[in-house]
Nanobody, 116 residues
Framework: QVQLVESGGGLVQPGGSLRLSCAAS????????MSWYRQAPGKERELVAT????????NYADSVKGRFTISRDDPKNTVHIQMNSLKPEDTAVYYC?????????WGQGTQVTVSS
């Protein structure tokens, strides 16, 4: 059974930083790309960042390039996203995602609020 558990969200002031983590289980973690998505109130869920298996490549949404960094720790079955220079428009629920074949797997999400 695939499980993805996010942690690390919270309230941060504009310009601040947060590091989100996603602990994965139930599948051979190192063989799969992992992604972070986010969904703001009233908006569609959007892809934020993806890291390939073994971390060979990463991709980012234009809105977060240069501010966010995705990484993975395969021995610990964990994927992280370091978020710097946060803006109010980064406020959203952030979700960890693993696509296993045709099946999308999601965590429960963690709230990030950027506000003064």
């Amino acid at each position: 059974q695939v499980q993805l558990v996010e942690s690390g969200g919270g309230l941060v002031q504009p310009g601040g930083s947060l590091r989100l983590s996603c602990a994965a289980s139930g599948f051979f973690f190192s063989s799969y790309a992992m992604s972070w998505y986010r969904q703001a109130p009233g908006k569609e869920r959007e892809l934020v960042a993806t890291i390939s298996s073994a971390g060979r490549s990463t991709n980012y949404a234009d809105s977060v390039k240069g501010r966010f960094t995705i990484s993975r720790d395969d021995p610990k079955n964990t994927v992280h996203i370091q978020m710097n220079s946060l803006k109010p428009e980064d406020t959203a629920v952030y979700y960890c995602n693993a696509r296993l074949g045709a099946v999308e797997n999601w965590g429960q999400g963690t709230q990030v609020t950027v506000s003064s």
